[in-house]
């Protein structure tokens, strides 16, 4: 995992863009992104591929839970490794990136896993992400070295007050 202090957009700078080789005619899509199905996450994430002029230039695969979603199901698992296969063989990617959340619903009802141990939350976190980018591996060993895992915060509001 990658050092949480990051944020995604420091994260595709630093680690994603220049591994990319983005060509808008190619055809290719060159990035693969997994993310949790929850409801609070995908603007942000959509807004940030977009702002590192990402937009239509990656696959989106969604399964409960990211990383545990790989794991938890025989038939989750088969469904995502048929469709990052489909996504390497036919639209050229070569990277992936799952994207899993604190203060997951998937985590929590499977695992028990909850943001008021914030130890254990990211460890588990860490544990299924590792568990997963090695099946991503062994089922496609062309993507070793190019399957990154990151763990996104828990967007807090704090009410100021009210009138």
């Known amino acids: 995992m990658v050092d949480q202090r990051k944020d995604l957009s420091q994260f595709i700078d630093a680690a994603l863009l220049p591994e990319l080789q983005l060509s808008p005619s190619s055809g290719e899509v060159e990035l693969v992104l997994l ?13 940030t591929m977009e ?34 296969r489909f996504a390497v063989e036919k639209h050229g ?7 899993d959340h604190r203060d997951c619903g998937a985590y929590k009802e499977f ?13 588990a976190h860490r544990c299924k992400c590792r568990q997963a980018m090695d099946v991503i591996v062994q089922e496609i060993p ?8 990151l763990l996104l915060p828990i967007e807090n509001v704090d009410e100021l007050g009210h009138a």
Do not use: N
């Open 35 to 47: 993310t949790c199905m929850d409801f609070r996450y995908p603007q942000r994430i959509l807004d």
């Open 51 to 84: 702002s590192k002029g990402l937009k239509g230039k990656y696959d989106h695969l969604i399964l409960a839970g990211a990383s545990l979603g790989v794991l938890l199901k025989p038939e989750w698992k088969m469904t995502f490794v048929d469709q990052l």
């Open 93 to 99: 990617a070569k990277q992936v990136l799952i994207l």
């Open 111 to 123: 695992l028990g896993v909850t943001p008021d141990d914030p130890a254990q939350e990211l460890e």
């Open 142 to 149: 062309s993507l070793a070295g190019h399957v990154h895992s």
